[in-house]
């Protein structure tokens, strides 16, 4: 049962309180002085301490600072005749987590007791019958004919309950489940329906989603044509949508935020998706167009994101868009804090455009290290990981600092990235690109329950390098092991985040639209 400790010199006059507490499931311990307070919590663990505020002696102000010191981490409830506003400033500063004024009511103090004791529980408990409420219509809904809106809606509810569900172990793992229904139903969809989408040349309407090649000319130079204030693009390379959520929370305060999604072009991958981001157009374009660019990382995929620049500085020629533009990539820390100190000039430009590589930095870093899998072992320990990041991060003082100016910020990712789980056996040649998420070469075999074998790339809008090139791009959570030495790489690979294939957490991926408050 809670325990709560309570303080006050007139304790016998609140005996009927403390009766109904104890009548509603509470163990309370009565003393009648600072004194005595202190040295309880010495001796015993209270979940809640009720505490006087007018005493003898030592004072309520003074007992709190005594009791924080010896348990830092208990609730007190401050109480008090007074409604002076230093004294209550004065409480409050010795983090008192809520006070109330005399004379009391017994409801009053079990409310308070329900919020500050009960509160996370009664949470979960709402949380899980929400979830088990929705199991059903979410369960009708993947069995039916949806449209990528509905995906969108999905997902989000999908994301908002493995957000919220907390203590019940075995509801998670049916979430978890429902969400690898979700995928493989999603992979399906998007089989069905992506060289449709590909194939569509009067842009993103009703019929299809936003993709990658897109972002620009939908959310960031309609408002560089329509305000003459700085816009800032921010482009977080490897950020999901639920782990937007967690820095969203950290940036309403500072912001009026608009909300809208893209769908990552296939492979979800950087050097597909970002190119086709700051070029305006679909790799196979990119590749037609540069050719040079693309052909000189035919041996090293990272190298063909060089150009993002000239990419960036052509689109915007071709859509008329004038003033001074800045391109900033940063990949180390300090390179990201002295971007933080400097953040007040860039109000000159035009167009500010800045690629962050921490998040993809820190997948990448989890797959390679034990010690990061050890602290982040599933999605819940990943998010809240990106979030102390983000929360003690430059890119977060930047933002706190641009919430200070007139300014426009646009904020999306190139791709996101999932646990990869389960292996399947693909087969190539030596010229077979070594992603693990997707490929390519030709005359490549996978299975097609676990993988899209792509034989016409252009009908994804990919590039063909020479005469029967395809793909492969790996659906739900599976990754490519190659047969020899199979057990080998399935043990060294599995339960790494990578990215490149088809799955919500890949593909549905945020824009943010931000004016400061």
């Not at 007139?406 to 990235?417: E, F, Q």
Request: charged letters at 30%; glycine letters at 6%.
């Amino acid at each position: 049962m809670p325990t709560i400790l309570w303080v006050d010199d007139q304790i016998d006059l609140l005996e009927p309180h403390i009766l109904f507490l104890e009548s509603k499931g509470y163990t309370v311990t009565k003393v009648t002085n600072g004194a005595d307070a202190v040295a309880r919590v010495q001796d015993e663990r209270f979940d809640l301490v009720f505490l006087d505020e007018q005493m003898p002696g030592m004072d309520g102000i003074e007992t709190l600072g005594e009791i924080k010191r010896e348990t830092p981490d208990v609730p007190v409830v401050m109480i008090t005749k007074s409604e002076e506003e230093e004294i209550m400033e004065d409480a409050i500063g010795g983090q008192i987590s809520d006070y109330l004024i005399k004379p009391v009511h017994p409801k009053q103090l079990l409310l308070t007791c329900k919020r500050i004791l009960d509160r996370k529980r009664i949470r979960d408990e709402h949380v899980s019958q929400d979830y088990l409420r929705s199991f059903r219509e979410i369960g009708m809904q993947l069995s039916g004919r949806l449209d990528w809106q509905d995906w969108i809606e999905v997902y989000r509810r999908l994301i908002g309950f493995d957000r919220e569900l907390e203590g019940d172990d075995s509801l998670r793992q049916v979430l978890e489940n429902q969400l690898g229904e979700a995928n493989q139903e999603f992979a399906r969809y998007i089989e069905d329906e992506y060289s449709g989408w590909i194939g569509m040349t009067d842009g993103a309407g009703e019929r299809r989603p936003v993709l990658s090649h897109e972002i620009f000319d939908q959310f960031v130079i309609p408002t560089l044509r329509g305000t003459d204030k700085p816009v800032y693009f921010f482009l977080i390379d490897c950020m999901r949508l639920d782990q937007w959520l967690e820095f969203q929370q950290l940036l309403f305060p500072l912001f009026e935020i608009e909300t809208d999604t893209h769908f990552s072009l296939l492979p979800t991958a950087t050097p597909y998706s970002r190119n086709a981001i700051f070029s305006g157009m679909l790799p196979a374009q990119i590749a037609q167009r540069w050719p040079k660019f693309w052909a000189e990382a035919e041996g090293d995929e990272h190298s063909r994101n060089r150009h993002e620049e000239e990419f960036l500085r052509d689109l915007l020629r071709r859509r008329h868009v004038d003033g001074r533009m800045q391109y900033e990539k940063i990949t180390k820390t300090d390179d990201g804090r002295n971007l933080a100190q400097q953040i007040s000039n860039y109000q000159q430009n035009r167009l500010s455009a800045i690629v962050v590589n921490f998040v993809d930095n820190l997948a990448h870093s989890r797959s390679d290290s034990a010690v990061l899998k050890e602290i982040a072992p599933d999605e819940r320990a990943y998010r809240a990981l990106t979030r102390t990041w983000f929360e003690h991060s430059w890119l977060y003082q930047v933002f706190q600092d641009l919430a200070r100016t007139d300014c426009h910020i646009v904020i999306t990712a190139d791709h996101g990235v999932i646990r990869s789980l389960r292996p399947t056996k693909v087969i190539g040649d030596r010229e077979t690109s070594t992603s693990l998420r997707y490929k390519f070469g030709r005359n490549l075999k996978c299975d097609g329950r676990h993988a899209i074998l792509v034989k016409d790339p252009h009908t994804y809008g990919l590039p063909s390098r020479q005469l029967n090139t395809n793909y492969i791009i790996a659906k739900e959570d599976y990754y490519f092991v190659y047969p020899t030495n199979y057990n080998h790489y399935v043990n060294h690979y599995k339960d790494t985040m990578q990215h490149g294939g088809i799955s919500l957490e890949e593909m549905i991926l945020p824009v943010l639209s931000l004016t400061p408050r």
